[in-house]
Protein backbone atom coordinates (compact mmCIF):
# COMPACT_ATOMS: atom_id res chain seq x y z
CA UNK A 1 0.00 0.00 0.00
CA UNK A 2 1.67 3.43 -0.81
CA UNK A 3 2.30 6.18 2.05
CA UNK A 4 3.02 9.67 1.64
CA UNK A 5 4.85 11.98 3.79
CA UNK A 6 3.46 15.93 3.64
CA UNK A 7 5.31 18.46 4.92
CA UNK A 8 3.88 21.98 5.66
CA UNK A 9 7.00 24.20 6.04
CA UNK A 10 7.00 28.67 6.93
CA UNK A 11 10.71 28.78 5.39
CA UNK A 12 12.70 31.44 7.95
CA UNK A 13 15.98 31.14 6.06
CA UNK A 14 14.99 30.47 2.32
CA UNK A 15 18.96 30.43 1.52
CA UNK A 16 19.75 27.87 4.00
CA UNK A 17 16.56 25.86 3.62
CA UNK A 18 18.53 25.61 -0.26
CA UNK A 19 21.33 23.36 1.01
CA UNK A 20 17.93 21.54 2.62
CA UNK A 21 16.01 20.91 -0.91
CA UNK A 22 19.54 20.40 -2.64
CA UNK A 23 19.73 17.42 -0.47
CA UNK A 24 16.91 15.59 -0.26
CA UNK A 25 15.73 14.06 -3.60
CA UNK A 26 18.97 11.99 -3.54
CA UNK A 27 17.57 10.65 0.09
CA UNK A 28 14.17 10.05 -0.88
CA UNK A 29 14.80 7.88 -4.16
CA UNK A 30 17.55 6.02 -2.06
CA UNK A 31 13.96 4.68 -0.37
CA UNK A 32 12.21 4.23 -3.41
CA UNK A 33 10.35 7.91 -3.10
CA UNK A 34 9.14 10.07 -5.61
CA UNK A 35 8.03 13.60 -5.01
CA UNK A 36 4.13 14.19 -5.90
CA UNK A 37 3.73 17.78 -4.93
CA UNK A 38 7.13 19.70 -4.23
CA UNK A 39 6.32 23.70 -3.76
CA UNK A 40 4.29 25.30 -6.35
CA UNK A 41 1.15 27.40 -6.30
CA UNK A 42 -1.24 27.05 -3.69
CA UNK A 43 -4.87 28.11 -3.20
CA UNK A 44 -7.26 27.84 -0.07
CA UNK A 45 -10.89 25.60 -1.01
CA UNK A 46 -11.60 25.72 3.03
CA UNK A 47 -10.52 26.71 6.02
CA UNK A 48 -7.54 29.10 7.41
CA UNK A 49 -5.52 30.04 4.10
CA UNK A 50 -2.50 28.12 3.63
CA UNK A 51 0.80 30.21 2.69
CA UNK A 52 3.39 27.76 3.72
CA UNK A 53 5.25 25.71 1.35
CA UNK A 54 3.55 22.18 0.77
CA UNK A 55 5.51 18.76 -0.38
CA UNK A 56 4.41 15.52 -0.78
CA UNK A 57 6.52 12.36 -1.47
CA UNK A 58 5.01 8.72 -2.37
CA UNK A 59 6.91 5.76 -1.44
CA UNK A 60 5.66 2.24 -1.82
CA UNK A 61 4.62 1.56 2.19
CA UNK A 62 4.26 3.20 5.55
CA UNK A 63 7.92 1.20 6.38
CA UNK A 64 9.86 2.41 3.14
CA UNK A 65 9.08 5.74 4.22
CA UNK A 66 9.98 5.57 7.99
CA UNK A 67 13.15 4.30 6.79
CA UNK A 68 13.99 7.31 4.35
CA UNK A 69 12.77 9.42 7.37
CA UNK A 70 15.09 7.58 10.21
CA UNK A 71 18.06 7.40 7.54
CA UNK A 72 21.48 9.41 8.49
CA UNK A 73 21.19 10.38 4.83
CA UNK A 74 18.17 12.40 5.39
CA UNK A 75 18.67 13.22 9.39
CA UNK A 76 21.72 14.80 8.26
CA UNK A 77 19.01 17.09 6.01
CA UNK A 78 16.47 17.51 8.89
CA UNK A 79 19.00 19.13 10.73
CA UNK A 80 19.43 21.95 7.93
CA UNK A 81 15.40 22.10 7.51
CA UNK A 82 14.88 23.00 11.26
CA UNK A 83 17.48 25.34 10.95
CA UNK A 84 15.81 27.25 7.93
CA UNK A 85 12.37 26.38 8.74
CA UNK A 86 9.16 25.81 10.82
CA UNK A 87 6.27 23.14 9.83
CA UNK A 88 4.84 19.72 10.09
CA UNK A 89 5.49 16.51 8.52
CA UNK A 90 2.86 13.52 8.33
CA UNK A 91 3.40 10.02 7.53
CA UNK A 92 -0.12 9.36 5.90
CA UNK A 93 -1.14 5.36 4.79
CA UNK A 94 -2.41 5.67 1.02
CA UNK A 95 -5.07 4.31 -0.78
CA UNK A 96 -5.21 1.80 -3.50
CA UNK A 97 -7.90 1.36 -5.93
Do not use: C, W
Not at 35 to 45: D, H, K, M, P, Y
Not at 46 to 73: C, H, L, W
Request: proline content about 4%.
Amino acid sequence: MPAYVIARVNITSPERYADYRALTPDAVAAFGGSFVVRGGAVETLEGPEETRRVVVIRFDSMEKARQFYNSAQYQAAVKIRQEASEGELILVEGHEG
